[in-house]
């Protein structure tokens, strides 16, 4: 893997150490469903994903996107795509947070994992660095 950007990027040093990979939450169950190994908590910034998706039409409400292709039923329009794709993938954040609800009451308590309307929820991958916990809490502080 380090190697390789040696052939295809010759102007970037190599990495002198493999990094960590993980995989985001989907919907898929083959070959293997997604199985999380840390859930955060997105509430205190969903508003700044709102303005990137909106920000972003091209990458999600353009009918070329590849969500515009997904989706079936899609409004005509670009606006119209624009709201409903947004909260489509808001909605995508919900039901993470009410499918892993008890990860989320693990990491933050009882009480206020309870309260999570939105998170996004990660799973390692065995290609790049191990994660320990230590580097785990690392890199998703609470």
């Known amino acids: ?8 990027l010759p102007g970037v040093p190599a990495l002198d150490r493999n990094p960590v990979f993980l995989y985001y939450a989907d919907e898929f169950q083959k070959p293997a469903p997604f ?4 859930i955060v ?24 996107s590849w969500m515009g292709e997904k989706m079936q039923g899609l409004p005509p329009d670009d606006d119209g795509r624009r709201v409903h794709i947004r909260e489509w993938l808001l909605g995508r954040d919900r039901r993470i947070a009410t499918g892993f609800r008890a990860l989320l009451s693990e990491r933050y308590g009882d009480s206020s994992g309870k309260g999570v309307e939105f998170a996004e929820a990660f799973e390692h991958s065995e290609y790049g660095s191990q994660l320990s916990a230590e580097k785990l809490q690392r890199l998703f502080p609470q």
């Open 41 to 64: 908590a997105i509430d205190d910034v969903i508003e700044t994903k709102r303005a990137v998706i909106d920000a972003l039409p091209s990458q999600f409400a353009d009918k070329d």
């Open 35 to 38: 199985e999380p190994d840390v």
């Open 1 to 8: 893997m380090l190697l390789v950007a040696k052939f295809y």
